[in-house]
């Protein structure tokens, strides 16, 4: 009787599995991606937009002249070049901005958190001014300031701007320095000796990154407008182009009336876009310095896509 054997399997070497690669899984953030896009749109025509067209002032025989292919967005009453305009008129604004913007952030922090930091009657007399600026209304001090010198420059509206602006910013930025100095990581930075300077350099100040950011892009804000308010009054620079200039020119020509949109609609539009794009930009920021927003946000994102019905039982059931 023959006895039939099986092969023996072949050993099979085991290979090792490879490690699976982790997905970079960026932050769903569509407000700050939105508003960085446009502000960085509106920033590169200023910055690329005056070195591709001519004067903005040349005075031609063609006034009031609707958008053609010679001039992109038409001509003033003056037959002066709109498109050449608006890109001076882009970089002047994001100037000022810029401008306020650096100001507001120095004496912000200067006033805001070294005082708070160094604590004592240093605190006291910073607060004490801070207190004092933020009483004074900022804008008919402007007013006043820019009716009584008659040539105003861009440098000048912005040193106005800044220092009628940081109060509020300081406040701020020394109430978080307040409570950061009392956090035990900073605490046990002083009681093993280390320098005043560094532990406000390397302790608080990261800390404060997220909120100065904040701040800067309010001022940012806030001095655009304001510079464009001023200049509709017809105080802002004078001999520059900014879009609030362009809206005064508009406007003591008549152009609403006349129907000549293409010479007050661009620096509106622009003005109105740059704005909505710098608050996006604080929207996520804020999100980012507070999680409870964030996750608040989050929360009211679902209930869009939510029915009746289902709102109805989220309702019944956190009541």
Do not use: C
Not at 117 to 129: K, N, P, Q, R, Y
Not at 133 to 151: A, Q
Not at 166 to 195: H, K, P, Q
Not at 286 to 298: F, G, S, V, Y
């Amino acid at each position: 009787m023959a006895i039939i054997t099986q092969d023996p399997q072949p050993a099979v070497a085991h290979v090792p599995a490879t490690p699976r690669r982790r997905r970079l899984r960026l932050p769903r953030a569509p407000k700050l991606v939105l508003g960085v896009s446009i502000a960085s749109a509106v920033v590169l025509f200023g910055v690329v937009g005056p070195y591709l067209v001519g004067n903005p002032s040349s005075v031609r025989d063609v006034g009031l002249a609707g958008p053609t292919s010679e001039f992109i967005l038409g001509t003033t009453q003056t037959g002066q070049d709109v498109f050449a305009q608006l890109a001076h008129a882009t970089r002047g604004s994001l100037t000022i901005g810029l401008v306020v913007g650096a100001l507001t952030l120095v004496l912000s922090a200067f006033f805001g958190i070294v005082g708070a930091f160094a604590g004592g009657w240093l605190d006291e007399t910073f607060s004490l001014i801070s207190n004092v600026m933020l009483v004074i209304p900022g804008l008919p001090l402007v007013i006043v300031i820019s009716s009584y010198i008659p040539e105003k420059s861009i440098w000048l509206i912005a040193a106005v701007l800044a220092l009628t602006g940081w109060a509020g910013s300081a406040r701020v930025l020394r109430g978080f320095t307040l409570s950061l100095r009392n956090r035990d990581y900073v605490l046990a930075a002083r009681v093993s000796g280390e320098r005043s300077w560094r532990i406000l350099s390397v302790e608080i100040l990261p800390n404060l990154i997220p909120l100065l950011a904040s701040q800067v892009v309010f001022a940012i804000i806030f001095a655009i407008l304001g510079e464009a308010g001023l200049s509709f009054l017809g105080l802002g620079a004078s001999g520059s182009f900014t879009w609030g200039t362009m809206l005064f020119y508009a406007q003591n020509g008549l152009a609403l009336r006349l129907g000549a949109w293409w010479w007050f609609i661009p620096p509106g539009l622009l003005l109105a876009l740059f704005g909505a794009a710098l608050s996006l930009i604080n929207f996520s920021i804020d999100e980012i310095i507070n999680p409870k927003l964030r996750a608040q946000t989050r929360s009211d994102r679902k209930k869009w896509s939510m029915s009746r019905a289902q709102l109805k039982d989220a309702a019944e059931v956190t009541v």
